[in-house]
């Protein structure tokens, strides 16, 4: 919360950072070009694509060269590796193989995360508040990772996420007599089992699920993670380029 005088350099994490690599990096991806490499950098972030793997290492001698002796910068030797597509090559969140690419797990763990900071059963705010924060996360993480084959772990993220909705609205009725109320307004007719408004079991049991259907959070005005074409960027860049 306080403004750091730099005098040289960018801030970690600047919105500027990308810029500036770009800038600077192109001199490795024209010196990359002329030795007939084929790469895609993002920032700093670089593949770089061969036939074989004695291609594979040459490069990344090349590579380093160029980063460290004309351009004055460390490569993160850790970091730096050969990967063959069969495997899986990770690369921005994403792992891409042969013939799929698909969200890397840690992603969503640390999705999940985040999500659950912002959905606390303890958090005493109104539903409604807590969707209008959560949309715009949603849609971020959606549109980023739409490109991979993520239909199935979208579904599932979709289906926790509701759960959790569930349960802070159980704890917010607080009474049993309130959840049975709204499942009469819904049409359903009593007698309705007596459950604990502060259980997380039963956030996914069938009486929260009547009381609160998913098309409930469409009308609400959650940003549903299942209606997320996936694949689709990458896959019309491919027709398009084969067409």
Same mark, same amino acid.
């Given at each position: 919360?306080?403004? #750091? ?6 801030? #970690?994490?600047?919105? @500027? ?16 070009? %002329?030795?007939?490499? $084929? ?5 700093? %972030? ?6 074989? $793997? ?27 590796? @050969? ?14 193989? /042969? ?6 797990? &840690? ?6 995360? &985040?999500? &659950? ?11 409604? %508040? ?11 993480? /959606? *549109?980023?990772?739409? @490109?991979?084959? =993520? ?15 569930? /349960? ?16 009469? *307004? ?11 408004? =502060? ?18 959070? %469409? ?15 990458? /896959?019309?860049?491919?027709? *398009? &380029?084969?067409?």
């Amino acid at each position: 919360g306080n403004w #750091q005088p730099t005098e040289i350099g960018s801030p #970690q994490g600047g919105v @500027i950072s990308p810029l500036i690599a770009n800038i600077y990096l192109d001199v490795f991806d024209q010196a990359m070009r %002329d030795r007939g490499h $084929r790469i895609v950098r993002y920032a700093d %972030d670089i593949l770089i694509f061969c036939r074989s $793997r004695a291609g594979a290492e040459n490069a990344l001698v090349q590579a380093t060269k160029i980063l460290e002796q004309t351009l004055k910068l460390t490569v993160n030797q850790s970091k730096s590796h @050969i990967a063959h597509s069969d495997e899986g090559v990770k690369f921005l969140g994403v792992e891409i193989g /042969s013939k799929h690419t698909r969200l890397q797990p &840690k992603k969503v763990i640390g999705f999940k995360e &985040k999500l &659950k900071q912002m959905t606390k059963r303890n958090g005493g705010k109104p539903l409604s %508040d807590i969707i209008k924060e959560l949309n715009p996360l949603l849609r971020g993480f /959606s *549109q980023y990772f739409r @490109i991979a084959n =993520t239909s199935r772990e979208f579904k599932k993220l979709a289906a926790w996420l509701r759960r959790r909705l569930r /349960s802070i609205q159980l704890r917010l009725w607080k009474k049993p007599s309130r959840l049975h109320r709204r499942l009469r *307004q819904r049409g359903y007719k009593p007698p309705f089992k007596w459950i604990s408004m =502060t259980s997380w079991r039963n956030a996914a049991s069938p009486l929260a699920s009547y009381a609160m259907p998913n098309k409930w959070f %469409d009308e609400l005005g959650l940003f549903n993670l299942e209606e997320v074409k996936t694949g689709y960027v990458f /896959s019309n860049y491919v027709e *398009q &380029k084969c067409t």
